[in-house]
């Protein structure tokens, strides 16, 4: 990280000195620095202003916001590892000075991003939050979530063209209708386009993704998951792990690998 990011009005960049005069803008307002963390608004540009300027200038995940027509900083987006997810994942805050707000820059910027962290880096999901009374924010985040269609999130691809979500749910009573695996196809703003579905007797599963990870690849207009899943019940009386791959055609969303149904299910190899 600590590359700069465009847009048609913004550059996301990393702190530099002459930036501390236009942060006092907001790190001075009460409302924002309530909104923001319930921290005191600065006074003045003393001491203790610039101790924070330098921890600015030292955060790797630090974006400040310039507005390209008039150079000057306003506002900052801040990317954050958020360590209590299982996957790759970021949080990112933000905080747009009082004078400029009400002009969609928190929505631009934050959407730039969030689109570099999923194209450019590992992240399959980025989290936010906002103070119950900050409305603007509520709405915004709202506004660019990506809701979670089923219990369980399977894993994310950036690519070419789209992006590509899956999600799944349990089927412990092995039920051959409920849908245990959906595809979720995007477009690079995160608009639902189309989707995929897969069926408990389609798959034979009972927990997707269990007991592995979810990678996906892109190739010659097909979408290829390999994932993990628990089986039906066997023979045997137990409830097997073994691997899932499904290939997806990405311009209709039909699955390509049917296969007869046997023990190991239709969208599996036996290992």
């Not at 209590?84 to 730039?112: D, F």
């Amino acid at each position: 990280m600590g590359r700069t990011l465009e847009t048609d009005r913004l550059l996301l960049r990393p702190f530099r000195p002459e930036d501390r005069a236009d942060c006092f803008a907001f790190l001075s307002d009460p409302e924002t620095c309530h909104l923001d963390g319930g921290y005191e608004p600065f006074r003045e540009m003393d001491r203790d202003y610039d101790a924070l300027m330098e921890k600015l200038a030292g955060q790797e995940g630090r974006y400040m916001v310039e507005e390209r027509a008039s150079c000057r900083v306003v506002g900052t987006v801040h990317i954050f590892k958020d360590a209590l997810r299982r996957v790759p994942a970021m949080e990112i805050g933000y905080v747009i000075s009082p004078a400029c707000r009400r002009r969609g820059y928190a929505a631009e910027a934050v959407e730039r991003v969030i689109r570099y962290l999923f194209e450019e880096t590992d992240t399959v999901l980025v989290t936010a939050g906002a103070a119950a009374g900050n409305a603007a924010s509520l709405a915004l985040l709202e506004k660019r979530s990506v809701p979670m269609e089923l219990d369980i999130f399977g894993g994310f691809y950036a690519g070419e063209a789209c992006s590509y979500m899956v999600f799944g749910q349990s089927n412990t009573e092995e039920d051959n209708r409920k849908e245990v695996v959906r595809v979720v196809k995007y477009d690079k703003s995160f608009n639902r386009l189309a989707a995929a579905s897969i069926t408990g007797g389609e798959s034979f599963t009972i927990i997707p993704f269990d007991a592995g990870s979810l990678r996906m690849a892109e190739s010659g207009g097909e979408l290829t998951i390999h994932t993990a899943r628990k089986r039906y019940t066997t023979e045997d009386g137990l409830n097997h792990q073994s691997q899932l791959t499904i290939i997806l055609n990405t311009d209709t969303m039909k699955v390509k690998n049917t296969m007869p149904p046997k023990i190991w299910g239709r969208y599996s190899s036996n290992h």
